[in-house]
Nanobody
Framework: QVQLVESGGGLVQAGGSLRLSCAAS????????MGWFRQAPGKTREFLAA????????DYAASVRGRFTISRDNAKNTVYLQMNSLKPEDTAVYYC???????????????????WGQGTQVTVSS
């Protein structure tokens, strides 16, 4: 089992920034993809970004490309999501997830990921 714990959420004004962290523990994995999703009230869970654990290749949803940056620190088993120029519509619960072992293509759907964190709330005020 892989445990994922998100942190860094909170309340921020529009135009501000937040950095989310996702710490992985439990069963170690040397290959795979870490992803970030979000879910707003009444909406389905939405893919945001993903990064390969070994090589650091990244993929982004069009809605956040240029504003959000995903990165990882393998030594700390942690993945980050830097969010800039936040908008009220970014308000949601943010989740990290892992798809292991390494898939053939970047996974962008919920069902492709094997383990999930509990989520952290991000609220952007106007």
């Amino acid at each position: 089992q892989v445990q994922l714990v998100e942190s860094g959420g909170g309340l921020v004004q529009a135009g501000g920034s937040l950095r989310l962290s996702c710490a992985a523990s439990g069963r170690t994995f040397s290959s795979g993809v870490m992803g970030w999703f979000r879910q707003a009230p009444g909406k389905t869970r939405e893919f945001l970004a993903a990064i390969t654990w070994s090589g650091g290749a990244t993929d982004y949803a069009a809605s956040v490309r240029g504003r959000f940056t995903i990165s990882r620190d393998n030594a700390k088993n942690t993945v980050y999501l830097q969010m800039n120029s936040l908008k009220p519509e970014d308000t949601a619960v943010y989740y990290c997830a892992v798809d292991t072992p390494m898939p053939r293509f970047f996974p962008t759907s919920v069902k492709e990921y094997d383990y999930w964190g509990q989520g952290t709330q991000v609220t952007v005020s106007s």
